[in-house]
């Protein structure tokens, strides 16, 4: 019976210690010894490549510190309740459960919208909105580019939005996504 107590305690602590840690991280796997970021920068070499190729008319997740288009939308202005219409997108969100809010956005407005994600392919947003299962290749008006792993051990830097480089980067790969719904009537 005393095993059993204290078994239960163990996993209820492990579980909150889990919770509390994973409600304090935002996109980058942290310790106590990495730096914690509330906001992200794209990475340079990314950011670069991107506004070569596209005119960017808006930064949809940035903050006043980060946004890389003179037109922004910060968290609090909230990008999904804006009109993204006959707009040019550069969308970068965080990596959270909000993804696919920005995705379905993008398929229902008349804009090209260019997202910088993780390669999350078991995804549910990616099978309803970026994935023809039956044709296996990505959906009408939709482009995925799968980014390279960066070289090293460190993973993808995303530095803060004060530009200090964490210890550590994102490990996981990533993907480019274009939409494009400027043509669908």
Request: charged share 30%; hydrophobic share 35%; with cysteine.
């Amino acid at each position: 019976m005393v095993i059993k107590v204290s078994f239960e305690m163990l996993w209820r602590k492990l579980h909150n210690y889990i919770f509390m840690t994973q409600q304090k991280q935002f996109n980058l796997l942290n310790t106590k010894k990495n730096l914690k970021m509330k906001f992200i920068r794209t990475p340079k070499e990314i950011w670069l490549s991107l506004s070569k190729e596209f005119k960017f008319t808006v930064d949809a997740c940035a903050s006043d510190k980060n946004h890389l288009v003179d037109k922004y939308w910060t968290k609090e202005i909230d990008a999904c309740t804006q009109n993204w219409d006959n707009e040019i997108i550069y969308c970068h969100p965080m990596y959270d459960g909000k993804i696919p809010r920005f995705i379905k956005k993008a398929c229902e407005s008349k804009c090209l919208t260019v997202f910088l994600l993780p390669s999350s392919t078991n995804s549910v947003y990616f099978h309803n909105y970026l994935w023809d299962n039956k044709k296996h290749k990505p959906k009408e008006n939709v482009e995925i580019r799968f980014i390279e792993k960066t070289k090293g051990i460190y993973g993808t830097k995303f530095f803060s939005e004060d530009n200090i480089e964490p210890k550590t980067g994102y490990l996981r790969p990533l993907m480019i996504v274009v939409i494009d719904r400027r043509k669908i009537t």
